[in-house]
């Protein structure tokens, strides 16, 4: 099932591949990508942290936080890769199925730039 990445995410991708480039860091080589999920309801996100650990994710233990009164929990979904449209675009592929199934909301991602042995 091919499921169409919101617009507002194809921008986000694009602006932090544009600045990960203008930083000159080395897309060749591996870094941690990592995916940020949140959700008031702990069992849905639990869920999908299962679902995301099946599919290859290494899942960081969720948070429990409270803004304005709300409280939410939250956690990161990380997996290491080398970093290019395509590999960003396949991951949110998976992950936009899942969230259609568990309707969590995705808080974008990010990159640790640390290099590893490879």
């Not at 919101?6 to 941690?32: G, H």
């Not at 942290?49 to 899942?59: K, N, R, S, T």
Request: with cysteine; net charge negative.
């Amino acid at each position: 099932m091919s499921i169409e990445i919101p617009q507002d995410i194809v921008e986000m991708n694009q602006e932090i591949l544009s600045a990960l480039k203008a930083d000159e860091v080395d897309l060749s080589r591996k870094y941690t990508v990592e995916h940020h999920f949140s959700s008031s309801n702990f069992t849905l996100l639990e869920k999908l942290a299962v679902e995301l650990f099946q599919a290859g994710f290494e899942i960081i233990d969720p948070d429990e936080l409270e803004e304005d009164g709300v409280r939410f929990f939250c956690f990161d979904a990380l997996k290491l890769c080398r970093i290019s449209d395509e590999t960003i675009s396949g991951q949110q592929q998976k992950i936009f199925e899942l969230l259609q199934k568990f309707h969590v909301s995705y808080d974008g991602w990010g990159v640790d730039t640390t290099v590893y042995e490879e």
